[in-house]
């Protein structure tokens, strides 16, 4: 079973930056594809920023040019770094996995069904 441990949550005033982690314990697969989520009071989940096995990136339209999605193999953490951030930003973010094959594209396509779910990291910004 793969575990999922979000940190780097906090809050902070538009135009700041702040760095989510995603630290995975437990059975690894060879492979995943891995990405960001997040969650808005009132709103349905949305897919922030996805990389996948071969390491090609997606993001939403909303943090294109803002946020960077990468890893560290070495230490089986996913990273979210995210600038310029906006009021528009606050919610909880969600860190997912998943063993299978899919594409970037695909994956923040919101029709993926990710397999393994962090318990989320609270980001707040305020104006």
């Known amino acids: 079973q793969l575990q999922l441990v979000e940190s780097g949550g906090g809050s902070v005033q538009a135009g700041g930056s702040l760095r989510l982690s995603c630290g995975a314990y437990?059975?690894?697969?060879?492979?995943?594809?891995m990405g960001w989520f997040r969650q808005a009071p009132g709103k349905e989940r949305e897919g922030v920023a996805v990389i996948d096995s071969e390491g090609s990136t997606s993001y939403a339209n909303s943090v294109k040019g803002r946020f960077t999605i990468s890893q560290d193999n070495a230490k089986n953490t996913l990273y979210l770094q995210m600038n310029s951030l906006k009021p528009e930003d606050t919610a909880m973010y969600y860190c997912?996995?998943?063993?299978?094959?899919?594409?970037?594209?695909?994956?923040?396509?919101?029709?993926?069904?990710?397999?393994?779910w962090g318990q989320g990291t609270q980001v707040t910004v305020s104006s």
């Open positions: 997912a996995a998943d063993p299978t094959g899919w594409t970037s594209d695909y994956a923040l396509s919101g029709v993926a069904q990710f397999r393994y």
């Open positions: 437990g059975y690894m697969y060879s492979s995943y594809c």
